[in-house]
């Protein structure tokens, strides 16, 4: 597989892990909805495996999303991070879902500069 084929499969891994996050789901209800393994949705985002377009339709009907949107702000050039699995951890998944129902911009800064204080004191950093 060539190397633009992988930075895809990457950034549309990328991309369903995040619509998946926002919409509070983990990676098994996805899974569920899509009536396959946690592991497979786990491979799916981390670039692992390839998603086939019939999948990639039905993973979009699930997220409330078109199909181009796993596309959206992709660039061939630059080089994606494989994600790490990640997607059982429930509360990352419930500070986003909270986090993104902050209505007012400055207090969701706020959040946002206390979150990466607190992950730079524990040496992690964002």
């Known amino acids: 597989m060539g190397r633009l084929a992988k930075r895809v499969d990457a950034y549309v891994g990328e ?3 995040e619509r998946r996050t926002v919409l509070g789901l983990t990676q098994e209800h996805l899974a569920s909805a899509l009536d396959i393994s946690y592991q ?10 390839r998603v086939s377009a019939g999948r990639l339709y039905e993973v979009a009907r699930k997220l409330d999303v078109d199909v181009s949107y796993f596309f959206e702000g992709l660039d061939e050039d630059s080089d994606v991070n494989p994600l ?14 909270n986090f993104s129902d902050i ?14 204080s607190l992950s730079a004191r524990n040496g992690t950093g964002i």
Do not use: C, F, M, W
């Open 15 to 17: 991309r369903i892990r």
């Open 40 to 49: 497979q949705v786990q491979k799916y985002e981390t670039g692992a495996n």
């Open 84 to 97: 790490e699995h990640g997607g059982r951890n429930r509360s990352t998944i419930e500070l986003v879902r």
């Open 103 to 116: 209505g007012d911009p400055a207090v969701r800064s706020a959040v946002s500069g206390l979150v990466k």
